[in-house]
């Protein structure tokens, strides 16, 4: 048995989810999933053994319980230094930090207007002005990092890093929703969407038959995109 456990919800909705489960597949560790259906009695009655916030994701690591994803990507990042989670450099590891935790703690315009839901299939979404705020300042962030002095590409930091497991839910979203950015962005997102990790979430997802009425479009539009 794997000493290491992540617990979410639905691969379909969570984005949290998601950003956990990226850190630790990044460390090519063994782990083990523990899933539960988002708002049933069962998550209710369940999801408190493990968090105390009654929240997802929660790392387990033998005795030591870790919940918040950026929490979740530090913890790992400091246990598996190798593993790439955080650029090495600090003022790589400072950026990268910055604007991880604008995403923890903001675009919540984006959020209400575009739920991750990986089946959605829209050619476009229609945007407020709040949600086109979000929408730009994403867009700024992820063209000031990829257009940096010295990227590589083709991710924010050169290789796969926290930033980009903190953004790919939003990777997601604009992809579902149709919402289009400026070519380095969409290319960008095609990598991100192409990752490895990022296909076997996709695949995973595509077998849940569990579903959010709130979260979903009509039947006859549900297609999932598989990168």
Not at 2 to 24: E, F, H, P, T
Not at 58 to 83: G, M, N, T
Not at 113 to 141: H, S, T, W
Not at 148 to 164: M, Q, R, T
Request: hydrophobic letters at 45%; charged letters at 25%; a negative charge.
């Amino acid at each position: 048995m794997a000493d290491m456990k992540i617990v979410m919800v639905n691969k379909n909705y969570s984005s949290w989810s998601l950003r956990g489960w990226l850190g630790v597949k990044q460390t090519g560790a063994e782990f083990e999933e523990i899933i539960f259906d988002l708002w049933t009695d069962e998550f209710n009655d369940k999801i408190k053994r493990y968090s105390p916030t009654g929240c997802v994701p929660v790392l387990v690591d033998k005795d030591i319980y870790v919940w918040e994803s950026i929490a979740i990507l530090d913890y790992l990042d400091r246990k598996f230094p190798d593993c790439g989670i955080w650029p090495k450099e600090s003022h790589l590891y400072a950026h990268a930090k910055a604007i991880s935790a604008e995403m923890h703690a903001g675009f919540f315009a984006l959020r209400g207007a575009a739920p991750m839901n990986l089946r959605e299939n829209r050619p476009y979404m229609d945007m407020d002005e709040k949600v086109k705020k979000d929408v730009a300042r994403i867009e700024e962030i992820w063209t000031s990092c990829l257009e940096s002095l010295g990227n590589v590409g083709p991710f924010l930091f050169g290789k796969f890093s926290g930033a980009d497991m903190m953004y790919a839910p939003v990777v997601a979203r604009l992809n579902g929703y149709g919402i289009k950015l400026n070519d380095t962005c969409m290319a960008y997102m095609d990598a991100v969407l192409n990752h490895p990790h990022m296909k076997e979430w996709y695949e995973a997802a595509a077998k849940e038959t569990f579903t959010i009425p709130e979260d979903e479009i009509p039947a006859t539009q549900m297609v999932l995109i598989a990168p």
